[in-house]
């Protein structure tokens, strides 16, 4: 069957991972579990990275409450062979027990379905490629288009400064708090001086 406009990521990678992903496995002599769960998002950790991203990540059954073992593919990835790369880089996570990392077990495996490189970042094999192609015939385009960390807007706490009033007899000390001290403790601050604490920006 050919399926050019499957709508959501998630759907398009559970459709890679049965329709393909799993039979190339088998191939190799490789057994997929049943209890894994396919998302779009965030890894835990490197994912915002300025260098060496990460690009995928799996999580191991004993992770999730209900024993699923869990896979991300990172939003900055758009190009479909990419896409199905790292997802058979996590699935081989899956498959052979996070335990392992990136050992023997995962690098038999790893070039046993067509992967190259080095483990921790592995590549897609000419082969695996050629394999790859066709599938797209099938899953049609990925439905996300790359996200570029870099546009996030820099976020920063803006403090606010009191100084001590000396009209009322202070010291004048400034002291510079985040508006959220402020909202808690209210306006009414005194100094260590016993002077009262005006806003002044």
């Known amino acids: 069957m050919t399926n050019t406009k499957i709508k959501y990521r998630e759907q398009w990678l559970n459709e890679a991972l049965e329709q393909f992903i799993v ?29 060496n991203k ?3 990540q799996a999580w ?4 999730s409450a209900d024993g699923v073992a869990e896979i991300f ?5 758009a190009e ?39 483990p921790t970042a592995t590549g897609e094999t000419d082969e695996l490629i050629a394999k790859m192609k066709p599938w797209l015939k099938v899953l049609g385009k990925y439905p996300h288009a790359e996200l570029n960390p870099s546009s996030l807007p ?3 706490t803006r403090l606010l400064k009191l100084l001590c009033d000396e ?14 001290w402020i909202d808690i403790h ?9 002077g009262k604490l005006k806003h002044v920006d």
């Open 23 to 51: 039979p190339l496995f088998k191939d190799a002599g490789y057994k997929v579990p049943k209890n894994i769960r396919l998302t779009c998002g965030w890894p835990a950790k490197g994912g915002l990275a300025r260098k």
């Open 54 to 56: 990460t690009i995928g």
């Open 60 to 63: 191991s059954f004993t992770a």
């Open 73 to 77: 593919i990172s939003p900055v990835l």
């Open 80 to 118: 479909p062979l990419r896409v199905l790369g790292v997802l058979i880089h996590e699935v081989i996570h899956a498959t052979v027990g996070n335990e392992h990392g990136h050992k023997k077990p995962f690098v038999d495996c790893m070039k046993a379905v067509g992967l190259n490189g080095k």
């Open 154 to 156: 820099t976020q920063t």
């Open 167 to 180: 009209a009322e007899g202070g010291c004048g000390m400034p002291l510079r708090v985040s508006q959220k």
């Open 186 to 194: 209210g306006e009414e601050w005194k100094c260590p001086c016993g």
